[in-house]
């Protein structure tokens, strides 16, 4: 069974397919792994509010928090426009087995969740807080895994939210920067 729509290539498609079944829950995955699984889908986002805003507070850090709103709201563009010209199913839509946490069987590119917490991390580091980052980055790879675990996201899912956190944490942070040279002026 193969999936239609963002991935033109054959091999990338294929390459994606089997990635996401040998990541994903087995039928036979204990209820522990599933449990966890599930969890994890949620919990690291939590988490990594709460270490940005403890970071930023303690440290009254205001620039990558600037930086980070903008990041985010590019990234909310992005993954709009995403939805709207290049939809590709969710694996449990596309007929590769169920979803372990209930969702929407709308459009899998990029994730939102893994998204939001890359962005931040990628932010943190562009401002070389890096323990901060390194966290952050590892709080997004459990999300990940989890989301595709779960069945609910493709790795290309994945690679596409690396891509756009990267892109919008560059683009907040420049916007950061000429905001504050402008007021400097």
């Given at each position: 069974m193969t999936t239609t729509g963002l991935?033109?290539?054959?091999?990338?498609?294929?390459?994606?397919?089997r990635l996401?079944?040998?990541l994903r829950a087995a039928p036979d995955a204990s209820h522990l792994c599933v449990y966890l699984g599930k969890l994890m889908?949620?919990?690291p986002i939590y988490l990594a509010i709460a270490l940005l805003?403890?970071?930023?507070?303690?440290?009254r850090d205001w620039?990558?928090?600037?930086?980070?709103?903008?990041?985010?709201?590019?990234?909310?563009l992005i993954e709009s426009i995403v939805k709207l010209y290049a939809y590709h199913p969710r694996p449990f839509a596309a007929g590769f087995g169920p979803a372990l946490v209930e969702h929407a069987a709308n459009n899998s590119m990029p994730s939102s969740h893994a998204t939001f917490i890359w962005t931040i991390a990628v932010s943190m580091a562009l401002y070389r807080r890096w323990k901060t980052a390194g966290v952050l980055a590892a709080c997004g790879a459990i999300v990940a895994w989890a989301r595709i675990y779960t069945g609910l996201h493709w790795p290309m899912d994945m690679a596409g939210s690396i891509v756009v956190s990267a892109l919008c944490a560059l683009l907040g942070m420049l916007a950061q920067q000429s905001i504050r040279r402008r007021r400097a002026i």
């Open positions: 991935y033109p290539l054959p091999a990338l498609e294929n390459w994606n397919i996401f079944e040998s889908t949620e919990l805003m403890v970071v930023i507070v303690r440290k620039q990558p928090a600037i930086a980070i709103a903008i990041a985010l709201t590019c990234t909310r």
